[in-house]
């Protein structure tokens, strides 16, 4: 039998992950971008010249390119702050969503976002760590039980800084970073912008999957706050499971950024469990182990994923060909409590005091 093609379009390009989702769909052979659209047009102009889809299929309002092209996906990557506006506008329409990380930016925005999707349509929440091969063996790791109950998670999250690099880590030059700096989103505090939002949700999703799903009973942290700037650019979240302590630390300023040279601190995580350890870093090849019969800290490759892990694009549309359910990060019920773990921060970083969940 033929496999359906699936028609997908990208909408909103705030974020400039949108570059790298819309290549994932290029290269799916059961995928076709039939549309992108946003309100300026310059910036879907690198989609175009890379030939990820043509001009003609280039719309400034979202409407005509949903009317017009009937996507049966449709991916998202509005500023923080407006996902739940641009859910609603285009979930109207029809199409499974993909919005790129943070979950949004409260977890009111958040269940408004679910709420607003019909019962047939699917709402994922791309976490790009999640397709990482030592995150994944990580977790695999945790799930056969080989170092035991978990009982902390230590991450920590940046990079130099939102400005440095675009669609496909393509690096920028100081003079490009100091032009954009006073207009980007990712300064803005109405538009949800600051490490806090653009970082933690990675650390606390991520820890919420090795942890079981369970929910911390309260949260604090702690922000910079640098004068001439709105949002922080470095914050600490200790959370307090009724297992342990787990803490997420996120900062943009790292001397370098992780996917060319690994900074020190490393970004990645540690998973301390009732019978052992296990570290992953971001893009490294392989995991570091210690066992109660193994403690000397050992090496398991960490082997480039497969499908339908290898990408957000590929793993819906393996789920969607198949009836199943998302899991994992991208998953909503995953999602949504590390975004409970975010508001919670953020509240307890302006309060600057201890915040219980309820």
């Known amino acids: 039998m033929k496999k359906r093609i699936w028609k997908i379009a990208?909408?909103?390009?705030?974020?400039?992950?949108?570059?790298?989702?819309?290549?994932?769909?290029?290269?799916?052979?059961?995928?076709?971008?039939?549309?992108?659209?946003?309100?300026?047009?310059?910036?879907?102009?690198?989609?175009?010249?890379?030939?990820?889809?043509?001009?003609?299929?280039?719309?400034?309002?979202?409407?005509?390119?949903?009317?017009?092209?009937?996507?049966?996906?449709?991916?998202?990557?509005?500023?923080?702050?407006?996902?739940?506006?641009?859910?609603?506008?285009?979930?109207?329409?029809?199409?499974?969503?993909?919005?790129?990380?943070?979950?949004?930016?409260?977890?009111?925005?958040?269940?408004?976002?679910?709420?607003?999707?019909?019962?047939?349509?699917?709402?994922?929440?791309?976490?790009?760590?999640?397709?990482?091969?030592?995150?994944?063996?990580?977790?695999?790791?945790?799930?056969?039980?080989?170092?035991?109950?978990?009982?902390?998670?230590?991450?920590?999250?940046?990079?130099?800084?939102?400005?440095?690099?675009?669609?496909d880590k393509d690096e920028k030059t100081s003079a490009q970073v100091d032009r954009e700096k006073p207009t980007s989103w990712f300064y803005k505090k109405a538009h949800g912008g600051g490490s806090l939002l653009d970082y933690l949700g990675y650390g606390t999703t991520l820890g919420t999957w090795y942890q079981g799903g369970h929910r911390p009973l309260e949260v604090t942290a702690t922000v910079d706050s640098t004068e001439g700037l709105e949002v922080d650019e470095h914050s600490i979240v200790v959370a307090r499971y009724a297992h342990g302590l787990s803490k997420f630390e996120t900062r943009w300023g790292l001397f370098t950024d992780p996917w060319i040279i690994q900074p020190q601190p490393r970004c990645g995580f540690v998973i301390h469990g009732s019978e052992g350890t296990v570290s992953s870093f971001d893009y490294d090849d392989h995991v570091t182990v210690q066992t109660r019969k193994k403690r000397e800290p050992h090496l398991i490759s960490a082997v480039a994923t497969k499908a339908p892990h290898q990408n957000p694009v590929q793993y819906l549309l393996h789920c969607l060909n198949n009836g199943q359910a998302l899991e994992g990060p991208v998953s909503l019920k995953i999602s949504r409590i590390g975004q409970e773990i975010v508001d919670a921060a953020v509240k307890s970083a302006l309060l600057k005091r201890t915040i219980k969940l309820t």
């Open 10 to 167: 990208g909408i909103n390009f705030d974020h400039f992950h949108m570059g790298d989702l819309l290549r994932y769909a290029h290269a799916h052979p059961n995928a076709e971008i039939v549309g992108i659209s946003d309100e300026k047009p310059e910036r879907m102009e690198e989609a175009v010249k890379k030939g990820l889809v043509t001009r003609d299929r280039a719309f400034t309002d979202y409407r005509e390119c949903l009317e017009k092209t009937k996507p049966d996906v449709v991916l998202l990557c509005p500023a923080a702050s407006k996902h739940g506006e641009w859910v609603k506008k285009v979930a109207p329409y029809g199409p499974h969503l993909i919005v790129e990380k943070p979950f949004a930016a409260s977890i009111k925005e958040a269940d408004a976002m679910a709420k607003a999707m019909a019962p047939d349509q699917t709402l994922m929440i791309n976490w790009p760590l999640q397709w990482v091969a030592s995150h994944r063996k990580s977790f695999e790791i945790v799930s056969k039980g080989v170092i035991g109950e978990v009982l902390n998670v230590w991450h920590t999250g940046g990079n130099r800084g939102p400005l440095w690099h675009g669609a």
